[in-house]
């Protein structure tokens, strides 16, 4: 595993997302309620940090986690909320060394843990603490695009993150114009969940309105039927 990559925009944090298995998954872990660069930078300050050129996986799952939240939150910290994410990232560490030796690279790759179809790999980091159903399709979908791991069915186990030129995601992601391109979908998804979102709160109004006039309505009916006698 040697890609180039342009995920963290900086060079000497792409060459190791490039490098290690380990950080190319912490850097999809981070990518969540941050700018992408930040996020895929984050594992070559954490290594920096560390006194190291990589991350390891055991050092990492067996680090004191005050003290582990504490590097993370060193300025410039290395995302939003370094507390949550120590943990999460010692979490996945701990995964990876429980079930896999500590080599992230065994989730898709080796003898013994060859990944027979995309749907099995897509199953494989799904498991993975951190890494809901979205954000596995989305790592599956870098895998095949710019890593070569490509199983049998890949493409249809990422979902629409692995449409060749979809430009969805990291995955789509190569250089200046291709980030462009996907921060511009980003930026439309956002806009037609933020339509989609208003949508269906004035129709939520408008039906407590209804509502609301049917219970006064039904009020006045009983009230006239009792003055009327009935």
Known sequence: MDVTLHLA????????????????????LLDQQVPMEWAFAGPYTI??????????????????????AALLSEKPAVH????????????LCQYL??????????VWEGAETDAESGAELLGRL??????????????????????????KGWREAAGSYGEAN?????????????LTKVRAHKQEMKAAAKAAAGT?????????????????????????????GG
């Open 47 to 68: 290594a920096r940090r560390l006194g190291g050129d990589d991350l390891d996986a055991h050092e990492i799952a067996a680090y004191e986690p005050e003290a582990f």
């Open 97 to 106: 060394v429980e079930h896999y030796e500590g080599d992230a690279a065994k």
């Open 9 to 28: 925009q900086r060079p000497e944090a792409d060459e190791l997302l490039g490098r290690s298995p380990l950080a190319a998954l912490v850097g999809m």
């Open 166 to 178: 979809s430009y969805r995601s990291v995955a789509d992601i190569t250089g200046p114009d291709s």
């Open 126 to 151: 799904k498991e993975l603490p951190g890494f809901g159903a979205q954000k596995a399709q989305i790592f599956l979908a870098l895998l095949g695009k710019q890593f070569g791991v490509r199983p």
């Open 200 to 228: 269906t709160a004035k129709a939520a109004a408008e039906a407590a309105k209804a509502a609301t006039q049917g219970a006064k309505g039904s009020k006045g009916s009983k009230g006239a039927a009792k003055a009327s």
């Open 80 to 91: 939003r909320y370094p507390g949550s994410m120590a943990k999460r990232i010692q979490q």
